[in-house]
């Protein structure tokens, strides 16, 4: 399976230059905890809901500072083709929770730890399925005590 496959599209993204009362907005609009900031389709960093908090209103920034003031502009990616196992590699290696996924180093969508989850979750139903159909259609076994209870 392919990232492109269980990543989420589109990705919230931002210009650089966007203050951060407005990537605060976004991420509430689009219940995100985080915004790619590109420009022009490159990707120049990605800022969290972590990173406002701490860096912007913590580190005494306000709300008209820009975004590219707190991202964190080196950024971990995915390509779109690369396998979903190596995604979740990456993951382990890295320790982060969000990836942007690029298609010909533009930026297409957001691969995140709970797409992930998801997508095991969804495997787990299509294997379980099955078997929790028919374990509910079969009627119970006749107990060898039935009756001898008072």
Do not use: N, W
């Not at 957001?110 to 259609?137: E, K, N, Q, T, Y």
Request: aromatic content about 4%; charged content about 20%.
């Amino acid at each position: 399976m392919k990232v492109s496959e269980v990543m989420t599209t589109p990705p919230v993204c931002v210009a650089p230059h966007v203050p951060l009362v407005e990537v605060a907005r976004q991420m509430a609009e689009y219940a995100v905890g985080s915004v790619l900031v590109v420009e022009d389709g490159v990707l120049h960093g990605i800022v969290t809901d972590r990173d406002l908090a701490v860096r912007g209103m913590g580190g005494s920034l306000g709300t008209r500072a820009r975004v590219d003031a707190v991202m964190s502009p080196r950024v971990i990616t995915v390509q779109a083709t690369d396998d979903l196992q190596a995604a979740y590699g990456t993951f382990r290696r890295t320790g982060v929770r969000r990836l942007p996924v690029l298609e010909a180093d533009r930026v297409v969508g957001v691969l995140a730890i709970d797409d992930l989850f998801l997508d095991v979750f969804r495997r787990l139903a299509d294997l379980l399925g099955p078997l929790a159909g028919s374990v509910l259609r079969e009627p119970p076994a006749p107990s060898s005590q039935a009756g001898s209870q008072g």
